[in-house]
């Protein structure tokens, strides 16, 4: 069974992903660079599967299980 993202949004230092079961995963911004340095409207601009999220404009793909898992951007390029 996959768990989905259904709502992303932004503070100062955290991002943070609402999935469908109703949980909410606070992850640091600093283990996505792409998006640390993304403009506000980058950010908004967001496609949601059923395994992830998508920001074309900054080329950013970050899995659902990648984030459960407690891995950043630098663990997923490995």
Aim: charged residues 25%; without cysteine; glycine residues 8%.
């Amino acid at each position: 069974m996959t768990i989905s993202a259904t709502d992303v949004r932004f503070d100062a230092d955290k991002m943070w992903v609402t999935l469908e079961d109703g949980r909410v995963i606070g992850v640091p911004m600093s283990w996505f660079p792409r998006l640390m340095a993304a403009t506000e409207e980058e950010r908004a601009d967001v496609q949601f599967s059923a395994f992830g999220l998508h920001w074309s404009a900054i080329d950013e793909d970050i899995s659902v299980p990648g984030l459960l898992e407690g891995r950043g951007a630098k663990e997923n390029a490995a």
